[in-house]
Each structure stands twice: as structure tokens, then as C-alpha cells.
């Protein structure tokens, strides 16, 4: 299993960004697909995620109203859409799957069955 994530970059605040994660090697229209990122020095942190079953999506309540996550079950990808960046969006970002999830109620790192290698964001001020 390969997810490849890609479209991070440097921006100023109030800018967007489209991330996109390719998936190979997996069904991908079984699985639940996240965004996590993590700074430096901080744990790793949930961002978003879309459900496998009916598209359903959850945020962050730090990116709520801002970042978009949607996917193509055709493309075996999955975006995140970044609007309004901000300086504390900085971090490198990364993608995950999750075979049948979400499997909890609270979605963590811990929870995934794979993961990318990370695209980083830079936010400048």
C-alpha cells in the first residue's frame, strides 16, 4: 500500500492550498481517508477525514469553515482544500487510511491502518 501525498508549499496567510493524496494498493473505496499534520515539537494531530460508506465528513475545530476534504473513489485520491491559511497552520501534513472507519468515535493517529509520507505547509505571516 502507497499514499502519496502531495501539493504543500509555501504561502502567505490568507492564501489556499490544495493537498492531494494518491492511494495505491488498497481498495480505496473501503477505506476512511484522514488528514493529520504535525509541527514541530508537537504531537501528531487530527486535521479531517471522510468516510468510506457515505462521504461523510469530519474537521478539526481549528479548520472548521476553512479546509474541505473530499476524495475520488475513481482517482484513488483524496484532497484536502486549504482556504484562509494561517501562520498556525504550519506543519507538515499527512495522509491516512483507514480500512471500514471511522472505527471510533474520536479519530486519532492510532487508529489508522496506513500512511503517507507527509507534504510540508509553510504558512509565512
Known amino acids: 500500500v502507497q499514499l502519496q501525498a502531495s501539493g504543500g508549499g509555501l504561502v502567505q496567510a490568507g492564501g489556499s492550498l490544495r493537498l492531494s493524496c494518491a492511494a495505491s494498493?488498497?481498495?480505496?473505496?473501503?477505506?476512511?481517508m484522514a488528514w493529520f499534520r504535525q509541527a514541530p515539537g508537537q504531537e501528531r494531530e487530527f486535521v479531517s477525514y471522510?468516510?468510506?460508506?457515505?462521504?461523510?465528513?469530519s474537521y478539526a475545530d481549528s479548520v472548521k469553515g476553512r479546509f474541505t476534504i473530499s476524495r475520488d473513489n475513481a482517482k484513488n485520491t483524496v484532497y484536502l482544500q486549504m482556504n484562509n491559511l494561517k501562520p498556525e497552520d504550519t506543519a507538515v501534513y499527512y495522509c491516512?487510511?483507514?480500512?471500514?472507519?471511522?472505527?471510533?468515535?474520536?479519530?486519532?493517529?492510532?487508529?489508522?491502518?496506513?500512511w503517507g509520507k507527509g507534504t510540508q505547509v509553510t504558512v509565512s505571516s
Open positions: 471522510i468516510r468510506w460508506s457515505n462521504g461523510r465528513t
Open positions: 491516512a487510511a483507514e480500512q471500514w472507519g471511522p472505527s471510533r468515535t474520536t479519530i486519532t493517529p492510532g487508529g489508522m491502518h496506513y
Open positions: 494498493g488498497l481498495t480505496f473505496s473501503n477505506y476512511g
